[in-house]
């Protein structure tokens, strides 16, 4: 059935578990995730970017999902907006059904402006309001994503070109975070510890520790009842890249977060944990490869079913790696 997050990330609370939250765009991303999840009995939480929305349409996006909850009705199953830059886009999924979504007021409409604390406050209580009024989780962000190594954020050129961003400025504050939630009420929090959206996140292959886990726990800490979400936490395995080049991709070095560290994570409380960049290496690497190896083919099914099944293995790896596996 369609749930909401906070019920489904309660019982990864309890039970210690991770659960994966996947990015979808399209019909095959949808099928990939629910085949590992029913194969692995994990709970599900698929989300819709900006940017999906854009592609896809909403109303396409909301039904595919939809075609999900019927298809698999016995597996929880969470309508997740990714990355809402105002209210009015919060209210909008609401109004479609979404079951849960995110308020980012850490950046201004434009989603790329730093926005400072009482605006994020601000718009991040007002769309707790309507959402709670619906029965819809919120999840919001607090703190800046950005590489720990380079000191670079990810709206950098917002905060002003020249300057590189300290590494506190580059964590969420404990204490910050717990003034957050008493103000929001947010169900769910996405926190800055290091990680940083797309393909290219660390230059070198990592030694030892790469995210603030340290900090994970601090805040976890300070703020027990609100689930905490990574973002950025595609691994980027070596393997997926090797593939895409193999087959033609020209893919620059890059390394993603580790799954030992993201284990390390959960374990001091983080819940959800979004990958969109790992599903899009797999299928692209399987699409590669297919054309490569079959020149002649031209229907879509016999190129998308490999991906397909590239995908679906991420997926299942993901879920018994975070512990979902068996929690549906
Ligand atoms: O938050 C970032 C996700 O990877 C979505 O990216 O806006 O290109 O769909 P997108
Ligand atoms: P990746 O780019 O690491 O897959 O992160 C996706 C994400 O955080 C979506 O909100
Ligand atoms: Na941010
Ligand atoms: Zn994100």
Redesign the pocket.
Known sequence: PLVALRPLLDHAAENGYGVPAF?V?NLEQVQAILQAAAATDSPVILQA????RK?AGETFLKQLIEGAVASYPNLPIVMHQ??GVSPAVCMTAIKLGFSSVMMDGSLLADGKTPADYDYNVGVTRQVVEMAHACGVSVEGELGCLGRLDTGMGEAEDGVGADRKLSHDELLTDPIQARDFVTATGVDALAIAIGTS??AYKFSQPPTGEVLAIDRVRAIHIAIPNTHLVM?GSSSVPQELLAEVREFGGELKPTWGVPVEEIQKAIYFGVRKI?I??DLRLAMTGAIRKHFATNPADFDPRAYLKPAIAAMRKVCEDRYNAFGAAGQA
């Not at 970017?49 to 999906?52: E, F, H, L, N």
């Open positions: 990015n765009n970017s900006a940017g999906a592609y990714d990355h959206h797309g973002h979004n969109d960049t």
